[in-house]
């Protein structure tokens, strides 16, 4: 399990700069931009909850 949330934050960090590559600064709520900018929030929000997710394991293994 461990294993798979650490996967899991690699993948989403990897989404994110493949999305920021797919940026086009002069038009961001247009076109291919607004679905970069819409996935970068998604990975971002999945990496969040994924370290999230490691602190609490890890405040659960000392309590016990």
Aim: hydrophobic fraction near 60%.
């Amino acid at each position: 399990m461990k294993v798979f949330r650490y996967i899991i934050i690699l993948l989403g960090l990897a989404l994110i700069v493949f999305n920021a590559t797919k940026l086009n600064f002069d038009a961001l709520l247009e076109g291919e931009s607004q679905v970069a900018l819409i996935g970068i929030a998604a990975a971002a929000c999945a990496v969040t909850l994924m370290i999230i997710l490691n602190t609490a394991y890890s405040i659960k293994k000392k309590r016990k």
